[in-house]
């Protein structure tokens, strides 16, 4: 079973992608917004959660789409943006939660950059990280 932090933590990962917001909103929904039940969240956490979620899919849909589309066709461009920013406000909660109580996550993969100005020989040789 994939965690509250990690589903929340995909979910703001979906966020910050190109795509228009409600595009993103709907994607985090679906792909990690829905795995969260509400007793995985710290108590601080479940009202906001459940408001976002009767916000997400509360809307009767029309033929041929679901809740969630619908719900988010419905909204304005600042209330996606606001419904975006409470992910983001969930995550944070859900971390300090795991902070406060001791609890492990899961690192986070390392993902490892290369500067556009450094030849790849030199980052491979790790020639840059000996000259700084």
Same mark, same amino acid.
């Given at each position: 079973?994939?965690?509250?932090?990690?589903? *929340?933590?995909?979910?703001?990962?979906? #966020?910050?992608?190109?795509?228009? =917001?409600?595009?993103? *909103? =709907?994607?985090?929904?679906?792909?990690? #917004?829905? *795995? =969260?039940?509400?007793?995985?969240?710290?108590?601080?956490?479940? %009202?906001?959660?459940?408001?976002?979620?009767?916000?997400?899919? &509360?809307?009767?849909?029309?033929? &041929?789409?679901?809740?969630?589309?619908?719900?988010?066709?419905?909204?304005?461009?600042?209330?996606?943006?606001?419904?975006?920013?409470?992910?983001?406000?969930?995550? %944070?909660?859900? +971390?300090? %939660? #795991?902070?406060? &109580? %001791?609890?492990?996550?899961?690192?986070?993969?390392?993902?490892?950059?290369?500067?556009?100005?450094?030849?790849?020989?030199?980052?491979? +040789? &790790?020639?840059? =990280?000996?000259?700084?």
């Amino acid at each position: 079973m994939v965690s509250a932090w990690q589903s *929340l933590h995909s979910a703001t990962l979906e #966020l910050v992608r190109s795509a228009p =917001i409600k595009q993103r *909103l =709907i994607a985090a929904y679906r792909r990690y #917004l829905s *795995l =969260i039940r509400e007793d995985q969240l710290p108590a601080e956490a479940r %009202g906001s959660f459940a408001q976002m979620m009767r916000n997400l899919a &509360g809307v009767e849909p029309l033929r &041929g789409e679901d809740a969630v589309s619908a719900s988010v066709r419905k909204m304005s461009i600042q209330e996606a943006d606001d419904c975006a920013a409470l992910v983001v406000e969930l995550l %944070g909660m859900v +971390s300090r %939660g #795991l902070e406060a &109580g %001791g609890a492990q996550r899961q690192p986070a993969a390392v993902v490892q950059l290369r500067s556009v100005e450094c030849a790849p020989a030199e980052f491979e +040789s &790790g020639a840059l =990280i000996a000259a700084n």
